[in-house]
């Protein structure tokens, strides 16, 4: 599972036009799935991102959590986050998680993070999305599954 985390003062997704999903202050954060992640493995990933401190504190030091500064998230599913671009020049696409399984775990980290954060906009699964957004920093961090999981991969 990778979790691509960027600190915003704003970010919109569009779907036809129409917005579907807005935020102030927070986290947009691209979603990838891949065949192989769990509920467990979401749950380590929301935990750890959560706490994530990453927000200024008074002296301009990243020391402050998403709580700590009332802020939203924007979840967007991306399973492009797992193209496999090692041959040739067109992704390959093979570590992604099926539609099905992933639109599942999608919601399920969608439902998980309103249970500890207060206001969580979603894109729509699947859809032809229009993502802006006004990153903060910038600052952005990328979380990976097999980095933060023990014993390494998620296998």
């Known amino acids: 599972m990778k979790f691509v985390i960027q600190v915003v003062s704003q970010a919109d997704v569009e779907v036809e036009k129409k917005s579907v999903g807005k935020i102030d ?42 709580a700590d ?9 991306q399973f492009t986050l797992y193209a496999n671009c090692r041959k040739g020049n067109r992704p390959s696409f093979t570590d992604a998680g099926d539609p099905a399984m992933s639109e599942d775990l999608y919601n399920y980290i969608c439902d998980k993070c ?30 990976d599954s097999d980095e933060i999981m023990p014993n390494g991969k998620n296998q």
């Open 69 to 77: 500064v009332d802020g939203s998230l924007l979840l967007v599913s």
């Open 114 to 143: 309103s249970e500890s954060v207060p206001k969580v906009e979603r894109g729509i699964f699947g859809a032809d999305m229009k993502v802006s957004l006004v990153n903060e920093g910038p600052f952005t961090i990328v979380l």
């Open 25 to 66: 202050k927070g986290f947009l954060v691209l979603i990838g799935i891949g065949k192989n992640d769990t509920k467990e493995i979401a749950d380590k990933m929301i935990d750890k991102m959560i706490r994530l401190r990453i927000f200024d504190d008074e002296n301009g030091k990243t020391n402050l959590s998403l």
